[in-house]
Protein backbone atom coordinates (compact mmCIF):
# COMPACT_ATOMS: atom_id res chain seq x y z
CA UNK A 1 0.00 0.00 0.00
CA UNK A 2 1.36 3.12 -1.16
CA UNK A 3 1.79 6.34 1.38
CA UNK A 4 -1.14 8.01 -0.63
CA UNK A 5 -3.56 4.93 -0.53
CA UNK A 6 -2.44 4.60 3.07
CA UNK A 7 -3.43 8.37 3.93
CA UNK A 8 -7.18 7.76 1.86
CA UNK A 9 -7.52 4.73 4.32
CA UNK A 10 -6.30 6.47 7.45
CA UNK A 11 -9.40 9.42 6.66
CA UNK A 12 -12.24 7.10 5.10
CA UNK A 13 -11.54 4.83 8.77
CA UNK A 14 -12.65 8.35 10.52
CA UNK A 15 -15.70 8.47 9.03
CA UNK A 16 -16.31 12.33 9.56
CA UNK A 17 -19.92 13.34 9.22
CA UNK A 18 -20.12 16.76 11.65
CA UNK A 19 -18.49 20.07 11.41
CA UNK A 20 -16.89 19.43 14.91
CA UNK A 21 -15.11 15.94 14.27
CA UNK A 22 -14.20 17.74 10.80
CA UNK A 23 -12.77 20.82 12.84
CA UNK A 24 -10.81 18.21 15.36
CA UNK A 25 -9.13 16.44 12.63
CA UNK A 26 -8.17 19.56 10.64
CA UNK A 27 -6.88 21.26 13.86
CA UNK A 28 -3.35 21.82 12.92
CA UNK A 29 -3.79 21.07 9.05
CA UNK A 30 -6.33 23.89 8.76
CA UNK A 31 -3.46 26.65 10.02
CA UNK A 32 -0.55 24.59 7.75
CA UNK A 33 -2.92 24.79 4.72
CA UNK A 34 -3.58 28.55 5.34
CA UNK A 35 0.10 29.38 6.02
CA UNK A 36 0.96 27.05 2.77
CA UNK A 37 -1.27 28.07 0.64
CA UNK A 38 -0.73 32.31 1.15
CA UNK A 39 2.36 31.90 1.22
CA UNK A 40 2.25 30.65 -2.51
CA UNK A 41 1.16 33.78 -3.51
CA UNK A 42 2.52 36.10 -0.64
CA UNK A 43 6.12 35.70 0.87
CA UNK A 44 5.68 38.02 3.78
CA UNK A 45 2.91 35.02 5.33
CA UNK A 46 4.50 33.49 8.20
CA UNK A 47 3.55 30.35 10.27
CA UNK A 48 3.58 32.22 13.66
CA UNK A 49 1.29 35.01 12.43
CA UNK A 50 -1.01 32.06 10.79
CA UNK A 51 -1.31 30.00 13.74
CA UNK A 52 -1.65 33.23 16.15
CA UNK A 53 -4.49 34.61 14.38
CA UNK A 54 -6.30 30.95 13.97
CA UNK A 55 -5.84 30.46 17.63
CA UNK A 56 -5.83 33.68 19.29
CA UNK A 57 -7.72 36.00 16.57
CA UNK A 58 -4.57 38.33 16.35
CA UNK A 59 -1.57 38.86 16.51
CA UNK A 60 0.87 40.48 19.48
CA UNK A 61 3.67 42.72 18.09
CA UNK A 62 2.28 42.52 14.58
CA UNK A 63 5.05 44.78 12.00
CA UNK A 64 4.14 43.63 8.68
CA UNK A 65 1.69 45.58 6.28
CA UNK A 66 -1.88 45.54 6.86
CA UNK A 67 -2.99 43.65 3.79
CA UNK A 68 -0.73 40.58 5.05
CA UNK A 69 -2.67 40.64 8.35
CA UNK A 70 -5.97 40.87 6.41
CA UNK A 71 -4.62 38.05 3.87
CA UNK A 72 -4.72 35.72 7.29
CA UNK A 73 -7.11 36.29 8.73
CA UNK A 74 -9.28 36.25 5.43
CA UNK A 75 -8.04 32.67 5.69
CA UNK A 76 -9.67 31.90 9.13
CA UNK A 77 -12.62 33.24 8.20
CA UNK A 78 -12.83 31.07 4.93
CA UNK A 79 -11.81 27.97 7.04
CA UNK A 80 -14.79 28.45 8.95
CA UNK A 81 -16.98 28.99 5.92
CA UNK A 82 -15.80 25.69 4.67
CA UNK A 83 -16.67 23.87 7.91
CA UNK A 84 -19.85 25.25 8.24
CA UNK A 85 -20.85 23.95 4.51
CA UNK A 86 -19.77 21.04 5.20
CA UNK A 87 -22.11 21.04 8.39
CA UNK A 88 -25.29 21.82 5.66
CA UNK A 89 -23.36 18.93 3.18
CA UNK A 90 -23.72 22.44 0.55
CA UNK A 91 -22.81 21.39 -3.09
CA UNK A 92 -19.82 23.02 -4.46
CA UNK A 93 -22.12 25.48 -6.69
CA UNK A 94 -21.53 28.97 -8.05
CA UNK A 95 -22.56 30.77 -5.25
CA UNK A 96 -20.28 28.64 -2.47
CA UNK A 97 -17.37 29.27 -4.62
CA UNK A 98 -18.23 33.26 -4.77
CA UNK A 99 -18.37 32.99 -0.75
CA UNK A 100 -15.40 31.40 -0.76
CA UNK A 101 -13.48 34.52 -2.63
CA UNK A 102 -15.26 36.88 -0.93
CA UNK A 103 -14.19 35.53 2.62
CA UNK A 104 -9.97 35.14 0.85
CA UNK A 105 -10.43 38.47 -0.44
CA UNK A 106 -12.28 41.13 1.49
CA UNK A 107 -10.20 44.23 2.41
CA UNK A 108 -7.42 43.20 0.29
CA UNK A 109 -8.35 44.17 -3.23
CA UNK A 110 -5.64 47.18 -4.33
CA UNK A 111 -6.45 50.54 -5.78
CA UNK A 112 -6.31 49.76 -9.16
CA UNK A 113 -8.47 46.95 -8.76
CA UNK A 114 -11.53 48.65 -7.11
CA UNK A 115 -11.07 51.41 -9.47
CA UNK A 116 -11.82 49.73 -12.14
CA UNK A 117 -15.16 48.28 -10.42
CA UNK A 118 -13.86 44.88 -9.36
CA UNK A 119 -15.18 43.88 -6.53
CA UNK A 120 -14.49 40.61 -3.47
CA UNK A 121 -17.07 37.84 -4.11
CA UNK A 122 -18.06 38.93 -7.87
CA UNK A 123 -16.71 37.35 -11.14
CA UNK A 124 -14.20 40.01 -12.51
CA UNK A 125 -15.10 42.25 -15.16
CA UNK A 126 -12.16 42.98 -16.93
CA UNK A 127 -9.78 40.70 -18.32
CA UNK A 128 -7.13 39.65 -15.95
CA UNK A 129 -4.98 36.79 -16.68
CA UNK A 130 -2.24 34.78 -15.41
CA UNK A 131 0.98 32.81 -15.74
CA UNK A 132 3.43 32.52 -18.81
CA UNK A 133 0.57 31.83 -20.93
CA UNK A 134 -1.29 34.23 -19.69
CA UNK A 135 -4.06 32.18 -19.34
CA UNK A 136 -7.92 32.97 -18.32
CA UNK A 137 -11.44 33.42 -19.85
CA UNK A 138 -13.16 36.54 -21.17
CA UNK A 139 -14.98 38.17 -18.80
CA UNK A 140 -18.42 37.61 -20.50
CA UNK A 141 -17.50 33.55 -20.90
CA UNK A 142 -16.34 33.25 -16.86
CA UNK A 143 -20.42 32.59 -15.65
CA UNK A 144 -20.88 30.15 -18.16
CA UNK A 145 -17.41 28.48 -18.45
CA UNK A 146 -17.86 27.98 -14.18
CA UNK A 147 -21.05 26.75 -14.56
CA UNK A 148 -20.19 24.06 -17.24
CA UNK A 149 -16.99 23.13 -14.86
CA UNK A 150 -19.40 22.43 -11.83
CA UNK A 151 -22.29 20.87 -13.20
CA UNK A 152 -19.60 17.77 -14.88
CA UNK A 153 -18.52 17.38 -10.84
CA UNK A 154 -21.98 16.44 -9.68
CA UNK A 155 -22.33 12.93 -8.33
CA UNK A 156 -18.60 12.05 -8.65
CA UNK A 157 -17.90 8.32 -7.49
CA UNK A 158 -15.66 8.63 -4.51
CA UNK A 159 -12.95 6.34 -6.09
CA UNK A 160 -13.01 9.47 -8.59
CA UNK A 161 -12.50 11.83 -5.90
CA UNK A 162 -8.93 13.35 -6.60
CA UNK A 163 -9.36 13.15 -10.47
CA UNK A 164 -12.19 15.15 -10.08
CA UNK A 165 -10.44 17.19 -7.85
CA UNK A 166 -7.58 17.41 -9.93
CA UNK A 167 -9.81 18.71 -13.08
CA UNK A 168 -11.70 20.93 -11.08
CA UNK A 169 -8.50 23.10 -10.03
CA UNK A 170 -6.50 22.96 -13.13
CA UNK A 171 -9.64 24.23 -15.24
CA UNK A 172 -10.57 26.52 -12.41
CA UNK A 173 -6.94 28.17 -12.52
CA UNK A 174 -7.45 27.99 -16.78
CA UNK A 175 -10.87 30.18 -16.69
CA UNK A 176 -9.60 32.43 -13.83
CA UNK A 177 -12.82 34.02 -12.95
CA UNK A 178 -11.79 36.40 -9.99
CA UNK A 179 -9.88 39.75 -10.76
CA UNK A 180 -7.55 38.39 -7.58
CA UNK A 181 -7.47 35.53 -5.40
CA UNK A 182 -7.91 32.77 -8.19
CA UNK A 183 -4.66 30.24 -6.44
CA UNK A 184 -6.07 30.83 -2.77
CA UNK A 185 -10.08 29.97 -3.59
CA UNK A 186 -9.10 27.12 -6.10
CA UNK A 187 -6.96 25.21 -3.50
CA UNK A 188 -9.82 25.65 -0.80
CA UNK A 189 -12.26 24.94 -2.99
CA UNK A 190 -10.57 21.40 -4.39
CA UNK A 191 -10.00 20.18 -0.90
CA UNK A 192 -14.36 21.38 0.39
CA UNK A 193 -14.53 19.05 -3.05
CA UNK A 194 -12.14 16.21 -1.70
CA UNK A 195 -13.91 16.58 1.78
CA UNK A 196 -17.42 15.82 0.58
CA UNK A 197 -16.33 12.56 -1.25
CA UNK A 198 -14.62 11.40 1.41
CA UNK A 199 -11.07 12.02 0.82
CA UNK A 200 -8.42 13.37 2.75
CA UNK A 201 -7.54 17.70 1.95
CA UNK A 202 -4.50 18.29 0.54
CA UNK A 203 -1.48 20.65 1.54
CA UNK A 204 -0.08 22.22 -1.55
CA UNK A 205 3.44 22.97 0.06
CA UNK A 206 4.92 26.57 -0.82
CA UNK A 207 8.19 25.06 -1.23
CA UNK A 208 6.88 22.89 -4.36
CA UNK A 209 5.14 25.52 -5.86
CA UNK A 210 7.15 25.06 -8.85
CA UNK A 211 6.15 21.56 -9.54
CA UNK A 212 2.38 22.99 -8.99
CA UNK A 213 3.00 25.03 -11.24
CA UNK A 214 4.43 23.04 -13.82
CA UNK A 215 1.82 20.74 -13.10
CA UNK A 216 -0.79 23.45 -13.63
CA UNK A 217 1.16 24.55 -16.66
CA UNK A 218 1.01 20.63 -18.53
CA UNK A 219 -3.23 21.52 -18.31
CA UNK A 220 -2.72 24.82 -19.72
CA UNK A 221 -0.65 23.71 -23.30
CA UNK A 222 -1.95 20.26 -23.69
CA UNK A 223 -5.07 19.72 -21.33
CA UNK A 224 -2.58 17.15 -19.88
CA UNK A 225 -3.97 16.28 -16.11
CA UNK A 226 -1.60 13.50 -14.83
CA UNK A 227 1.18 15.41 -13.92
CA UNK A 228 -1.64 17.24 -11.51
CA UNK A 229 -3.16 13.82 -10.22
CA UNK A 230 1.00 12.58 -9.25
CA UNK A 231 1.63 15.84 -7.74
CA UNK A 232 -1.53 15.98 -5.54
CA UNK A 233 -1.08 12.28 -4.55
CA UNK A 234 2.32 13.26 -3.40
CA UNK A 235 1.38 16.07 -1.60
CA UNK A 236 -1.49 13.68 0.11
CA UNK A 237 1.10 11.80 1.43
CA UNK A 238 3.16 14.83 2.61
CA UNK A 239 0.57 16.12 4.33
CA UNK A 240 -0.50 12.99 6.48
CA UNK A 241 3.10 11.81 6.50
CA UNK A 242 3.14 12.31 10.48
CA UNK A 243 -0.36 10.59 10.85
CA UNK A 244 0.48 7.92 8.43
CA UNK A 245 3.52 7.20 10.40
CA UNK A 246 2.02 7.47 13.65
CA UNK A 247 -0.23 4.53 12.56
CA UNK A 248 2.85 2.46 11.41
CA UNK A 249 4.35 2.12 14.86
CA UNK A 250 1.52 1.52 16.19
CA UNK A 251 0.63 -1.57 13.94
CA UNK A 252 4.54 -2.63 14.56
CA UNK A 253 3.89 -2.22 17.88
CA UNK A 254 0.74 -4.42 18.08
CA UNK A 255 2.30 -7.46 15.74
Request: charged share 30%; no cysteine; net charge negative.
Amino acid sequence: MTDYEKAVALWQRKKITTDAELAEVLNSHSIAFAYHSGKIENEKITYNDTREVFEHDGVVSYTGDLRTLFEIRNAKDANELLLSAFSERRILNERLLREFQYRLTQNTYDTRRWQLGERPGEYKKHDFVTGKNEIGAPPEDVHEEVSELLAELEDIPEEQALTAAAYFHAKLENIHPFADGNGRTGRLAMNYLLILNNHPPIIIHEEDRKDYYTALEAWDERQELESLIVFLKNQTSKTWKKQIQREDRSVRHHK
